[in-house]
């Protein structure tokens, strides 16, 4: 049903983390391609884990992927390979809650949608609260087709993924059942309806034409499924940076009109709050840096907010 990819394998360490997520996995019809780390020998713990994933009924393939190909293109070449409905692509050095892949598997069943993806959170913000970024738009009813546009009040949806602020979310709201919310891009675990993926350029279609500015292609394409077939974000995440990866070390602006002082100016720390190494800060103000500083969305489209009560704008 499910053919998980993990487009860039930077360090067999970032690998082996993913893997041993899969591995314990409840949902039990999927297979793995993934990009082979640069150096990867078989006596490492990628080997093995291969090996366990393979004794459940898991097929893995390990892919010798062109380092200097892009992104997009990693994506796209494993997405050519694709056989199954679905496909699910994954960062490197991500773990996944147990039952996320069935998790995401009915959502996208229910729903018909392009996709729906889990946002990874990162728990090394966990002590740094951003109430302004911490606004979330539930689906009260069918996802539907959207067309949103870069810089739109509706891109700032975005902010939500950042640091940690879908774990607070998921402390202070009641967990009932899975709930879906509205998204503009979502990264690190997102499942794709594949046959719509294709019909619609995959990840192979330009990244630039009527929007904006500059996107990468993951972006642009889930911009298309978006305007066409409908996406959506799922509620609580499940999805945990563990290692980073060296996509987010080498996080470019995603398009002209990024505040360049708030690049290079660092972000305000929570008494209390430590990075241990000064390369983790700088990566982390690299990936944040180029989003969207702009005040949160109105008081009337807030679902959440902090327990300080509600504040204007």
Known sequence: ??????????????????????????????????????????????????????????????????????PGRRRQVLLEAVAAPYLLVIDDGVYLEPDLLGRLVAAIRATRCGFVGSAVVDLRFLGDHRPDEEVIEFWDGPVRPEDVKVWSPAWNRRRVHRGANLEHLRERLPRTRDRLYRVSEIRGCVLYDASALRARGGFEAPGQGRQSGPLTLETAAQLRLLAHAGGAGLFPSGAYRVIPGASELAAQPLARGDDSAAMTRPRRIRRGHHWRHAATAAAARRSWGGQIRAPGLPHHRTVARSAGGPRDG
């Open 1 to 70: 049903m499910v053919e998980v990819v993990v487009p860039e394998a930077w360090t067999p360490d970032g690998l082996a983390t993913t893997l041993a997520s899969l591995a314990s996995q409840r949902y039990p019809a999927f297979s793995v391609a993934s990009a082979r780390p640069p150096g990867e020998t078989l006596s490492s713990p990628v080997a093995g884990l291969a090996a366990i994933l393979e004794a459940r009924g898991h097929p893995v393939r390990l892919a010798a992927l062109p380092a200097a190909a892009t």
